[in-house]
Each structure stands twice: as C-alpha cells, then as structure tokens.
C-alpha cells in the first residue's frame, strides 16, 4: 500500500513558475515508477509525465517538454514536478501517481496502469 500527497499547486501568471511535490508513505518508494497526470475541468485526465524508480530515465507529454521537469529523492520518498514558463493551458489538477509494480522497465502513460493516487493540487495559471 502506498499513500500519495500532492502540495505546492497554486495561482500563478502565466510564465511563472511552481513546483509540486508528492510526499509517499508506506511500502518502498524507491521501487515504484512514478507518474504525474492532470485534469482540466470538462476533460479527461491526461498524462504529463513518469519517471523511473532510480530516477535515471523519465518520459513527458510533448506539451510540457523543455518547461516541466520531473525528479525525485528516493531518500525523502518524494517526487517532484518542476513547472516553468507556465501557460493558462496548464491549469488543471495534478495528480500523482505510483505504479505498482516493483523495479518496473515500462514507463507507464496509462493512467489505468497506476495503482496508487493523490488527492490532487489545483494549478491554475492566469493569463
């Protein structure tokens, strides 16, 4: 079992910048891959982004790619997702996520592949 909480969402104008953290408890961190998602109000969530369990490789929409950056600090069980030259197209909640299954190779866009969910943090950028 494993328990996800986002923080760090908030109002911001656009080209500004935030940064999302998602604080993990309960069963090794450090062998999930982790995802992040988003939901615009009246659409689907939609991925943005996954990093492996080491780290060492990471997977983005190409929406965000260059202004998004996701990392994690295995030692603080927490994952990170650094938002830069943000745009009103941003605003949604995000959402993290932790896939199941141990030292996995797949990096996950799926949300349907994650086990584990957040509560979620609104972003919202203004224009």
Do not use: H
Not at 34 to 50: L, T
Not at 100 to 115: I, P
């Amino acid at each position: 079992q494993v328990q996800l909480v986002e923080s760090g969402g908030g109002l911001v104008q656009a080209g500004g910048s935030l940064r999302l953290s998602c604080a993990a408890s309960g069963r090794a961190f450090g062998s999930c891959n982790m995802g992040w998602f988003r939901q615009a109000p009246g659409k689907e969530r939609e991925f943005v982004a996954v990093i492996s369990w080491r780290g060492g490789r990471t997977s983005y929409t190409d929406s965000v790619k260059g202004r998004l950056t996701i990392s994690r600090d295995n030692a603080k069980n927490t994952v990170y997702l650094q938002m830069n030259s943000l745009k009103p197209e941003d605003t949604a909640v995000y959402y993290c996520a932790a896939d199941d299954t141990v030292y996995s190779w797949t990096l996950w866009t799926e949300d349907s592949e994650y086990e584990y969910w957040g509560q979620g943090t609104q972003v919202t950028v203004s224009s």
